[in-house]
């Protein structure tokens, strides 16, 4: 069972001790070094700022996706989005699909998710050859759990075993997803974005 049906869907029961051994190092929700990646990734990436919803199936996806646009007022808005795939499967939201960055928000998939840092990579295959302070400074990214990766130099392995015909350019990663958060010498340049992770279930 994976870690976020563990987290959302059942009530988890840990040995008491065990836990309490864990946390005084390096406080309660900090993973371990050999720690499986999809727990690695969901702690750094609540870290950075990010915000995720799991979800078991298609379903869900769409409540959560829903909620978003309840909670931002997002409904009847303009959404930046490159793929048909995307524009397809959340059609029937009010949305008005354009590609202009003063659009209320940039809808994505992704090429993986980084657990060693929580971060997003991306390549031109989500974003074209725009910047990513060309896009909308809020996204919503539709990712599945059987893109978790351990590091950024195995998601490159991965876009280079998929792409057949071609290696996509323009490969980027977002991990500062707090738009009021002071910038510190590590995060300095780096474009900060308002990011909501729907993940989906798929292992």
Same mark, same amino acid.
């Given at each position: 069972?994976?870690?976020?049906?563990?987290?959302?869907?059942? =009530?988890?029961?840990?040995?008491?001790?065990?836990?309490?051994?864990? *946390?005084? *190092?390096? &406080?309660?929700?900090? $993973?371990?070094?050999?720690? $499986?990646?999809?727990?690695?990734?969901?702690?750094?990436? =609540?870290?950075?700022?990010?915000?995720?919803? %799991? +979800?078991?199936?298609?379903?869900?996806?769409?409540?959560?996706?829903?909620?978003i646009l309840l909670e931002n007022?997002?409904?009847?808005?303009?959404?930046? +989005?490159?793929?048909?795939?995307?524009?397809?499967?959340?059609? &029937?939201?009010?949305?008005?699909?354009?590609?202009?960055?003063?659009?209320?928000?940039?809808?994505? $998939? +992704?090429?993986?998710?980084?657990?060693?840092?929580?971060? @997003?990579?991306?390549?031109?295959?989500?974003?074209?050859?725009?910047?990513?302070?060309?896009?909308? /400074? =809020?996204?919503?990214?539709?990712?599945?759990?059987?893109?978790l990766v351990e590091s950024i130099? *195995?998601?490159?392995?991965?876009?280079?075993?998929?792409?057949?015909? %071609?290696? $996509? /350019?323009?490969?980027?990663? @977002?991990?500062?997803?707090?738009?009021?958060?002071?910038?510190d010498f590590m995060s300095y340049?780096?474009?900060?974005?308002?990011?909501?992770?729907?993940?989906? *279930?798929?292992?």
């Amino acid at each position: 069972m994976s870690l976020f049906k563990r987290l959302f869907k059942t =009530n988890y029961k840990s040995d008491e001790k065990a836990k309490k051994a864990k *946390e005084s *190092e390096h &406080g309660k929700y900090y $993973p371990e070094a050999k720690a $499986p990646i999809d727990e690695k990734f969901t702690y750094y990436f =609540n870290k950075n700022g990010g915000k995720f919803l %799991y +979800c078991e199936n298609m379903e869900e996806v769409l409540e959560a996706f829903d909620n978003i646009l309840l909670e931002n007022d997002w409904y009847e808005k303009e959404a930046f +989005c490159f793929d048909e795939k995307l524009v397809s499967r959340f059609d &029937g939201f009010n949305l008005n699909f354009v590609q202009d960055a003063k659009a209320a928000f940039f809808l994505s $998939p +992704c090429e993986a998710l980084v657990s060693k840092n929580g971060s @997003i990579l991306l390549s031109s295959n989500q974003v074209k050859e725009k910047s990513l302070k060309e896009l909308p /400074s =809020n996204f919503i990214v539709f990712a599945t759990t059987s893109q978790l990766v351990e590091s950024i130099s *195995e998601g490159l392995r991965k876009i280079k075993n998929q792409s057949t015909n %071609y290696i $996509p /350019s323009n490969i980027t990663t @977002i991990q500062d997803f707090q738009p009021e958060k002071e910038k510190d010498f590590m995060s300095y340049g780096s474009s900060t974005k308002n990011l909501y992770l729907l993940l989906l *279930e798929d292992l």
